[in-house]
């Protein structure tokens, strides 16, 4: 299967409706919280009914784990296109560590991980929507990246789940941390790039073949 093919997967057939009612409600949940967002106010955004509404989504936490499922999909399919097979490893891992922190260095990642932080203590299944759909999914992914790379004899036999956990956090470094806490709103390029080179030089010293 083709790396297009693979991540047509992760898409499901286009409903405008549909789409149109989860772009109205992640901006919901942002503007005005969790707790203080309604079917009611989301209905009223799109310009629909609540039942339209009602029709895609039993409930409000139903629509905000389908939100955070579709704000997860790009970042799974990136998984989906890396060559770790036949290309040179380090540059593989060197693109996808630089296109997965460009990704959670997006506003938009930012708001949702400030979104979700904010609100899980008082509702604990936002955090495992958010997890479940996001943390836990890529780290499967990324794990079954990884065991292809140690059949193709670019890793060392471990743990894929460890592996993925360490790439991960290794790529995040600060900058996801000092973006979200306002620190430093905007790391540039440079930053990046390096905090990479770092991530993978470490990852490749622990886990190299």
């Known amino acids: 299967m083709s790396s297009s093919a693979a991540v047509a997967r992760l898409k499901p057939e286009r409903d405008e409706k549909r789409e149109q009612i989860l772009k109205e409600a992640y901006a919901a949940f942002l503007d005005e919280g969790f707790a203080a967002t309604s079917m009611s106010s989301i209905a009223a955004r799109v310009g629909g009914s609540k039942a339209t509404l009602y029709n895609y989504f039993s409930s409000k936490e139903e629509l905000f784990a389908a939100v955070i499922d579709e704000k997860c999909r790009d970042f799974q399919g990136i998984f989906l296109e890396a060559d770790v097979e036949t290309a040179d490893f380090r540059k593989v891992l060197t693109q996808l560590g630089e296109r997965m922190l460009h990704m959670m260095l997006r506003d938009d990642s930012i708001a949702t991980f400030r979104l979700i932080t904010a609100e899980s203590a008082r509702f604990p299944e ?54 979200a806490w306002n620190v430093n709103p905007k790391p540039t390029e440079k930053e990046i790039k ?13 886990y190299g073949a």
């Open 126 to 179: 936002l955090g495992r929507a958010f997890y479940g759909s996001g943390r836990k999914r890529g780290k499967q992914m990324l794990a079954e990246l990884f065991t292809r790379a140690q059949k193709a004899g670019k890793l060392r036999l471990g743990n894929p789940q460890d592996m993925a956990v360490l790439f991960i956090e290794a790529c995040k470094g600060e900058l996801v941390l000092l973006k």
């Open 194 to 206: 390096a905090n990479i080179a770092t991530a993978v030089t470490v990852f490749l010293a622990a």
